[in-house]
């Protein structure tokens, strides 16, 4: 009987690993078609036919790289869209190549990538740290008549979580609308409770459900990582915050503080950001947001657009809008990020650049948060030890603005980190000024932060100990899912 028992057994098992032998085959075929990138397509083949138990789980997770459902619902959407917008007030269409008097200027790829002009009129006030950026914000809900749209990557229950929610539960109280998005990886923490306070008070609160749609099911490697808000149609802001205590700054907040950078915006171009949120809400809801999206008055005179980006691109739209934005810098390009795992693409056209003389400048933080991302880093300077190329690590804290500037001509402050997981996997926001005025701004700002950064160089990872650099290699390995 124990042989009968033992054979049944490994005939089971024997049927078990053969069903997961033929799953990982017929999944590394899936992987070789829509793998975007040569390299991971090869990786993710041999695993999953050499080591299905382990790789299939792996796949289902983290190995999808096309957001399925997204653009099918936006398609479905249209009409209804282009019902509540109306031909006379939508964002006005890309001007075609033929009709432009600079086709290569680099405002025509930034516009065919959003989909949207430059437009002019628009104001820009640039918000430093968490205690500026918070209390603007928190000053125009204030003054929100009509409705507020929220849309965060995390929300905390803490502090500064508690003081938005009163905030918002006392205008809902007043009768305006709120809308409130939030990635439900991001906010995990968040209880429940949370949530239940704000849809108690009338304030409608959605994840953005990155699981929702075929083939995402078991997806946890998306996110919505934009942070938005919108009041009344009339003011908005666009930055690196996310809504925590850490946010503030504080020193005892673990990091001995936080370097983060936001953005104020009235004008024409916030019609553009409103839109990227009702698409987002509509893929969280199936609703179309009640909102004006009628065109934004003048309120200035900086040219700006409002590039967002993310998985359902058909292109590599965040990596492409990086490339574009370094490849037009003549005098210099400085680039602040958290994370710094950028792709190969963008590693040569930044070998490019300094190879042209351009003054090229990465501040990227002393002090990690996610510690194999920081060691990634580490491989990725390496290719970087040119004339011309040098390294700040800010040291006043935790370093997390995304922020960018191409000579005095150009200026981006969004969302988007250099990593794979920004240009790939993220559903970002960056906010393009073609302006003079706003990028002596960010020069300044730069100015003042290189003095809390200590200057390296790109070769750290020669002077670190053969351990060191072993860890760094798997780190770097493993840099398309950090």
């Known amino acids: 009987m124990e042989n009968l028992e033992t054979s049944l057994l490994l005939g089971l098992a024997s049927l ?69 917008i109306g031909d006379r007030h939508s964002v006005p269409p890309v001007r075609p190549l033929h009709d432009r008097k600079s086709p290569h200027a680099p405002r025509t790829l930034f516009e065919t990538l959003a989909r ?96 929702k749609g075929p083939g995402n099911r078991f997806q946890l490697n998306f996110r919505n990582h934009r942070k938005i808000v919108v009041v009344d149609g009339r003011v908005g802001f666009v930055g690196g915050h996310n809504v925590g205590d850490e946010y503030l700054g504080g020193k005892d907040n673990g990091y001995g503080g936080w370097r983060d950078t936001h953005i104020r915006i009235c004008g024409p171009a916030l019609l553009q950001v409103q839109v990227c949120f009702g698409k987002d809400w509509y893929w969280a809801t199936s609703t179309i947001p009640d909102i004006d999206l009628s065109m934004p008055d003048a309120c200035g005179d900086v040219e700006l657009i409002a590039l967002p980006t993310g998985p359902e691109d058909a292109l590599e739209n965040c990596s492409l809008m990086f490339i574009q934005a370094i490849e037009s810098a003549r005098d210099r390009f400085w680039i602040a990020s958290p994370y710094f795992v950028p792709d190969s693409s963008v590693m040569k056209a930044l070998q490019m650049a300094a190879m042209r003389g351009v003054d090229v400048r990465l501040m990227l933080p002393m002090k990690p948060d996610h510690l194999l991302v920081y060691l990634a880093g580490f491989s990725c300077l390496k290719e970087l030890a040119l004339p011309g190329v040098r390294v700040f690590r800010y040291d006043d804290g935790f370093l997390h603005q995304k922020v960018f500037l191409s000579d005095d001509r150009l200026a981006g402050v969004g969302t988007a980190n250099l990593d794979n997981r920004s240009f790939r996997l993220n559903f970002e926001l960056t906010m393009i000024a073609e302006d003079k005025t706003f990028c002596r701004e960010i020069e300044q700002m730069f100015l003042t932060d290189f003095d809390h950064c200590v200057e390296t160089e790109p070769d750290e990872y020669d002077r670190k100990n053969l351990v060191y650099q072993t860890v760094i290699r798997f780190a770097r390995l493993l840099s398309p899912i950090l």
Request: no cysteine; aromatic share 14%.
């Open 16 to 84: 078990f690993y053969t069903a997961m032998e033929i799953t990982g085959i017929i999944t590394a075929i899936i992987a070789v078609r829509e793998t975007r990138t040569p390299q991971g397509a090869i990786a993710w083949a041999i695993s999953l036919v050499t080591f299905p138990l382990f790789s299939l789980p792996l796949y289902w997770i983290f190995g999808k790289s096309k957001f399925n459902g997204y653009v099918e619902a936006m398609r479905a959407g249209r009409e209804e869209f282009a019902r509540l």
């Open 116 to 211: 949207a002009p430059f437009q002019g009129g628009n104001d820009v006030k640039l918000l430093i740290n968490g205690e500026t950026t918070f209390q603007a914000i928190f000053q125009a809900i204030e003054t929100a008549e009509k409705y507020i749209l929220i849309q965060f990557y995390i929300i905390h229950d803490d502090g500064l979580g508690n003081r938005l929610k009163k905030l918002l539960i006392r205008k809902a109280a007043q009768g305006v609308r709120i809308r409130l998005l939030y990635d439900e990886v991001g906010s995990y923490h968040t209880p429940a409770a949370y949530w239940k306070a704000l849809e108690d008070a009338g304030i409608e609160a959605h994840p953005f459900h990155t699981t």
